[in-house]
C-alpha cells in the first residue's frame, strides 16, 4: 500500500452510531475502510472519466408527489433533459410516494446537472445516481 496519510473526523455519536451499524452490516473490517470506500464512491461519481466522457447509468428518486407543484416541475426538468433520459419507470409506492428510475445515457458532466437539478426539488427525498462509462473499464 502506498504511504498513508492519517486524519481526524469528528461526527455526532447518534451518527457515529449508525455509521458503526453500516459498518457491521457491510462487513468492513475497521472505519478506515469503510471512509475510503465511501470518498471512493463520491469520486467515482463526481468524477468518472472525464467530464466529456460518456457514460450510461441511473438516477434512482424517491419522492412526494404532494410537494408543491413537484410534479409538474419534474416532468418539465425532465422534458429539459430529454436528450439525456433513455426510459423512465414510475412506481407509486403508497398515497403520496413515488419510486421514478430515469435511465440516462451521455455526457458526465451533463447527466450531474441533470441530476442534481432534480435532487434540487422539493420534494425528492432522495435520488441516487449511478454512472458507469459508455467506453467500458
Ligand atoms: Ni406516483
Given at each position: 500500500?502506498?504511504?498513508?496519510?492519517?486524519?481526524?473526523?469528528?461526527?455526532?455519536?447518534?451518527?457515529?452510531?449508525?455509521?458503526?451499524?453500516?459498518?457491521?452490516?457491510?462487513?468492513?473490517?475497521?472505519?478506515?475502510?469503510?471512509?475510503?470506500?465511501?470518498?471512493?464512491?463520491?469520486?467515482?461519481?463526481?468524477?468518472?472519466?472525464?467530464?466529456?466522457?460518456?457514460?450510461?447509468?441511473?438516477l434512482t428518486l424517491l419522492y412526494?408527489?404532494?410537494?408543491?407543484?413537484?410534479?409538474?416541475?419534474?416532468?418539465?426538468?425532465?422534458?429539459?433533459?430529454?436528450?439525456?433520459?433513455?426510459?423512465?419507470?414510475?412506481?407509486?409506492?403508497?398515497?403520496?410516494?413515488?419510486?421514478?428510475?430515469?435511465?440516462?445515457?451521455?455526457?458526465?458532466?451533463?447527466?450531474?446537472?441533470?441530476?442534481?437539478?432534480?435532487?434540487?426539488?422539493?420534494?425528492?427525498?432522495?435520488?441516487?445516481?449511478?454512472?458507469?462509462?459508455?467506453?467500458?473499464?
Amino acid at each position: 500500500m502506498d504511504k498513508v496519510t492519517r486524519f481526524g473526523v469528528s461526527l455526532e455519536p447518534a451518527l457515529l452510531k449508525k455509521f458503526d451499524g453500516l459498518l457491521k452490516r457491510k462487513g468492513y473490517a475497521s472505519r478506515s475502510e469503510a471512509v475510503r470506500d465511501l470518498v471512493r464512491q463520491a469520486l467515482n461519481e463526481e468524477g468518472i472519466s472525464s467530464p466529456k466522457g460518456n457514460v450510461v447509468g441511473t438516477l434512482t428518486l424517491l419522492y412526494d408527489h404532494d410537494a408543491s407543484h413537484l410534479s409538474d416541475r419534474m416532468t418539465h426538468l425532465q422534458h429539459e433533459y430529454h436528450q439525456l433520459i433513455s426510459s423512465t419507470t414510475h412506481i407509486h409506492i403508497d398515497h403520496h410516494r413515488c419510486l421514478e428510475v430515469l435511465v440516462v445515457s451521455g455526457k458526465a458532466s451533463q447527466i450531474r446537472k441533470m441530476a442534481d437539478s432534480i435532487r434540487a426539488l422539493k420534494g425528492v427525498l432522495q435520488g441516487e445516481l449511478v454512472m458507469a462509462s459508455a467506453k467500458g473499464v
